[in-house]
């Protein structure tokens, strides 16, 4: 069939017109190859769009890219009650068998509930990933557990190292695995652990089973890169790749609610079991409720994924673990990214740990609740940030003319004006005086800017690679990431206790002008889409 296809149908006295999907014809002569003679289709479409009996009449118009049909009804009495009275957009697809917008209504709610159901999976990991730290407490009460500060501390450090690993390990295994089945099933996994949890009293099976918790959490963000992929165009995706990360915000908001309450109500082991329970239920609903992509949902893709004749057939031998992972590996753009994002998360672990003790020891703060106030705006304005730099990013690219420039470059330019964002609003917060309103407006300033960046490097790698090896990518990316603030936490330390708090700033201002020098060989980058479009059209 011809990628290139639109049809409306209508029904005679009745004002409703609906799009009958390419994807379910069975066609005949008139489907064919763009601009040969008009013909009738012969051949009987039977329940189509849910109309009995109904074929395809004449061509009544053609058009560059798209064959327009009209549809007679052909002994068919009853239009269907979902097509009466409405009206919605036809599907168009390009040469490349891309759809066009305007999108149908039908295309747009199936994205929606996708992308809802997948906010509300992976902000549920959080619930699953933080239950511990609220819990703690109250198990350190408990003394037929025999914990300590320290023990806890052991749990809280295995279950980092296990899921900075697991985010490299998953990326690069689920490349070739389900993107809603990964989320979803890793989101129930991590349930499972947390009431394995919850009805454990020996401290091996809490090693064990907060152990196996970090592994699993590390799924959800390669699989949610994936279908933001796969849903969205490169000109919109920054806005829904901020509207996703609004998520962890509400996530790591809505965790001390939860688990505060239950262990209020009903003791710390229901401090795990909340959480299990809500996000048990987000898995089995999301598993039914979203789709990979839009071919899964039985629309055309919305961005371009062909290649060169001998790429295509390269990859329609379908992509393995090496694949994927060799294509992210010898991307040296990737391997930029992943550098850049180790400073930027020695940044985010500088500010998120020692914030608070440069307020106790050097920032005038009176105790813990004080400079904890002070910090407290650090996610409101990270998640400003977000929301921003991908509103930005979207808005200089739909004003790019074709492929005039590289998208991925315009999404680094607006990394690079949110990086020297950071490292000034940092200058300003250590030259402050200690007035507790202009601090909490400062750090405030530095999550607006430090969040740009921490979200826009993560989608400039995802389009940076091809739809296959987006997964491995962000696999990749976290694990580096990670590393870095790792690398926040002792050195930070020993620079504080032997330099003071001067040497600090410095260190973390430095980390951001290192950070701003690493993407400037990436600011006319070009996306993996735009180059096929521009294969395509070279070839074509």
């Known amino acids: ?27 005949g002569s008139c489907l064919t190859k763009k601009n040969q003679p008009r013909a009738n289709l012969v051949r009987s479409v039977g329940q189509l769009g849910g109309i009995e009996g109904w074929k395809i009449g004449n061509i009544v118009s053609r058009r560059s890219e798209a064959v327009v049909c009209s549809a007679a009804a052909d002994g068919a ?25 305007p999108y149908p209504k039908s295309f747009v709610t199936a994205r929606l509930v996708t992308f809802a159901f997948m906010w509300l999976a992976y902000g549920s990991y959080y619930l699953t990933r933080n239950s511990l730290a609220f819990t703690a407490p109250l198990m350190i009460k408990d003394q037929a557990l025999g914990i300590t500060m320290a023990k806890v501390g052991g749990l809280l450090s295995m279950q980092t190292v296990a899921y900075a690993f697991s985010k490299f390990i998953s990326g690069v295994l689920g490349a070739n695995f389900s993107a ?58 920054g806005t829904w790749w901020g509207l996703w990360t609004a998520s962890n915000n509400v996530g790591g908001f809505s965790a001390p609610l939860l688990v505060g309450t239950a262990c209020a109500m009903k003791g710390w082991r229901w401090g795990l ?103 407290s705006g650090l996610e409101l304005g990270g998640l400003l940030g977000s929301l921003s730099s991908g509103a930005i990013s979207d808005y200089l690219i739909r004003k790019n003319g074709g492929n005039a420039s590289g998208n991925v470059g315009l999404r680094v330019k607006v990394v690079m004006a949110y990086i020297m964002g950071t490292g000034l609003m940092l200058s300003a917060f250590w030259a402050s005086p200690n007035v507790a309103w202009l601090q909490w407006l400062l750090v405030a300033g530095c999550g607006f800017m430090l969040y740009g960046p921490q979200m826009l490097i993560g989608l400039c790698g995802a389009e940076t690679v091809s739809r296959q090896a987006v997964s491995a990518c962000q696999g990749f990316l976290g694990w580096i990431s990670y590393l870095g603030a790792a690398s926040a936490g002792v050195p930070l330390a020993l620079i504080v206790e032997k330099y003071g708090w001067n040497v600090y700033f410095s260190a973390m201002i430095a980390s951001c002008a290192v950070a701003f020098v690493l993407v400037l060989p990436m600011i006319n980058l070009y996306s993996d889409a735009q180059k096929n479009e521009m294969a395509a059209a070279k070839s074509g």
């Open 1 to 27: 069939m011809n990628s290139g296809l639109s049809l409306r149908a209508s029904a005679p006295g009745v004002g409703a017109r609906t799009v009958l999907r390419a994807s379910r014809l069975r066609t």
């Open 77 to 101: 009495k009853d239009l269907p009650s979902e097509l009466a009275g409405s009206e919605t957009s036809t599907i168009t697809t390009d040469a490349d068998g891309v759809m066009k917008e």
């Open 180 to 237: 809603t089945v990964l989320l979803a099933g890793g989101l129930v996994s991590t349930a499972l652990c947390n009431v394995a949890f919850g009805m454990s009293s020996s401290y091996g099976f809490f090693l064990v089973f907060w152990g196996l918790n970090g592994l699993l959490q590390g799924i959800g963000a390669p699989a949610c890169s994936r279908l933001l992929t796969n849903w969205f165009k490169s000109k919109e995706r």
């Open 273 to 375: 079991f909340a959480p299990g329970a809500v996000a048990t239920i987000m898995g089995i609903i999301g598993i039914f409720a979203m789709r990979d992509s839009p071919e899964a949902a039985g629309y055309p893709p919305v961005e371009a994924t062909k290649k060169p004749k001998k790429v295509v057939e390269d990859d329609a031998k379908k992509a393995s673990f090496m694949d994927s992972l060799g294509e992210v590996v010898k991307n040296v753009y990737v391997w930029l990214f992943a550098v850049n994002y180790f400073f930027v998360y020695v940044v985010r672990q500088g500010m998120t740990a020692w914030f608070v003790f440069y307020l106790l020891q050097a920032g005038g703060a009176g105790d813990a609740a004080q400079a904890a106030i002070r910090v």
